[in-house]
């Protein structure tokens, strides 16, 4: 089974690396965005095919070491 973690900076928290990745379209030119916020994205492929499982061990995963539930959120698709 394979699996998408999307982990976000929760709203509110300053992302700069977001600003200069907009200020960066700006300077090339490209126009009508209006802001960016950046994140990071994980596939893993695990190895149960039980979606329970796998959703309880990529939430272990997202809470102990992918995410930083202080100031990030993290979505979490499966995939067969």
């Given at each position: 089974?394979?699996?998408r ?29 209006g ?32 995410a ?13």
């Open positions: 089974m394979k699996a973690v999307t982990v976000t900076l929760k709203q509110g928290v300053l992302d700069p690396q977001g600003k200069a990745i907009e200020g960066g379209l700006k300077s090339l030119g490209i126009e009508g965005i802001s960016v916020r950046q994140g990071k994205v994980f596939d893993i492929e695990l190895t149960t095919t039980d979606r329970t499982k796998a959703e309880s061990v990529l939430r272990e995963a997202c809470e102990r070491l992918l930083n539930t202080v100031i990030e959120n993290y979505r979490i698709e499966l995939a067969e």
